[in-house]
């Protein structure tokens, strides 16, 4: 199954990161304080026109607590409104 992402709306990646503290114990970037963070997978019309240059495989950082997490054949995916999103960075 494909999603296909509301006009208003970009589908990602969510990219976890994971950080150990100095006794040990791993933490994910949502406790750590940092924005979350998701590569991106699919652009609804209004997002790409209203946030120019923004494209498929771009890493984009949103407002935490922010979007909506779905599982489609498997695979998780996380759907933001386009006003959530804080910067994006090209593919590297």
Do not use: C
Not at 74 to 91: C, N, P, T
């Amino acid at each position: 199954m494909t999603l296909h992402p509301a006009p208003d709306r970009l589908v990602l990646e969510l990219l976890e990161e994971r950080h150990e503290s100095a006794l040990g114990i791993v933490m994910s970037n949502r406790s750590s304080g940092e924005s979350p963070k998701g590569r991106v997978v699919d652009v609804g019309y209004e997002a790409s026109s209203r946030l120019e240059g923004i494209k498929r495989g771009d890493t984009v950082f949103f407002l935490s607590g922010k979007g909506d997490m779905v599982v489609a054949s498997g695979v998780s995916r996380v759907i933001i409104h386009l006003g959530d999103v804080l910067a994006w960075a090209g593919e590297q």
